[in-house]
């Protein structure tokens, strides 16, 4: 059964670093584009960056040259290095994933579970 695990959220001061993770376990078939969101309770879900299978990014204006997002394919992991964090940043982090669970299924989108990050000032 395919998943997907974040890890690696944390307390942080301002001006520090996290570097989180996302697993896709169960043994995919494929694993296309992935993205990583966040949500700070009461307000929706926001993309804060994405990444294709060949490694492009985008991210969103508000995480430009601060946040960094890469990708293990051999590993099925992609990661969201923070940096120069502030408390704005505070949210629950998830990423989801295209995954072709077999050769004869379509592409489905998974969510993980998310991963809390604060930020104190």
């Known amino acids: 059964q395919v998943q997907l695990v974040e890890s690696g959220g944390g307390l942080v001061q301002a001006g520090g670093s996290l570097r989180l993770s996302c697993v896709v376990s169960?043994?995919?078939?494929?694993?296309?584009?992935m993205d990583w969101f966040r949500q700070i309770q009461g307000k929706e879900r926001e993309l804060v960056g994405a990444?294709?299978?060949?490694?492009?990014?985008n991210y969103a204006d508000s995480v430009k040259g601060r946040f960094t997002i890469s990708r293990d394919n051999a590993k099925n992991t992609i990661y969201l290095q923070m940096a120069s964090l502030k408390p704005e940043d505070t949210a629950a982090y998830y990423c989801?994933?295209?995954?072709?669970?077999?050769?004869?299924?379509?592409?489905?989108?998974?969510w993980g579970r998310g991963t809390q990050v604060t930020v104190n000032s």
């Open positions: 990444i294709n299978e060949g490694g492009s990014t």
């Open positions: 989801n994933a295209r995954i072709k669970a077999d050769s004869n299924s379509g592409w489905e989108l998974f």
């Open positions: 169960g043994h995919p078939f494929a694993v296309g584009a």
